[in-house]
């Protein structure tokens, strides 16, 4: 099983994660995100999917700074963390049978 949590490629999250935590709130240092280092989550998928991994679960994460607090949350769109187990491989006599 593998779990990965990071930050999905919206204008949403680069208003909440740069523009508001780095500048703004100034919770974090300027330059600690970078955009182009995104990831959305059908891209994520698509990269696991081509390593032999099959996604099992999805979910929004959301974090309140100033709170120091972390919870589930319906929208992907900011933070999410998603699960991976490996792809089942057919077996040798299960191939043979759908040809």
Do not use: C
């Amino acid at each position: 099983m593998r779990f990965v949590s990071t930050i999905d490629r919206t204008w949403k999250k680069y208003f909440f994660a740069i523009v508001g935590a780095e500048y703004i709130l100034k919770v974090l240092p300027r330059g600690t995100h970078h955009w182009s280092m995104f990831v959305r989550p059908d891209e994520l998928k698509t990269a696991s999917t081509l390593h032999g991994l099959m996604q099992q679960d999805l979910r929004g994460m959301r974090y309140q700074p100033l709170r120091h607090l972390a919870s589930w949350f319906p929208d992907t769109r900011v933070n999410y963390i998603s699960s991976f187990a490996r792809a089942e491989k057919k077996s040798v006599d299960s191939l043979a049978q759908d040809s």
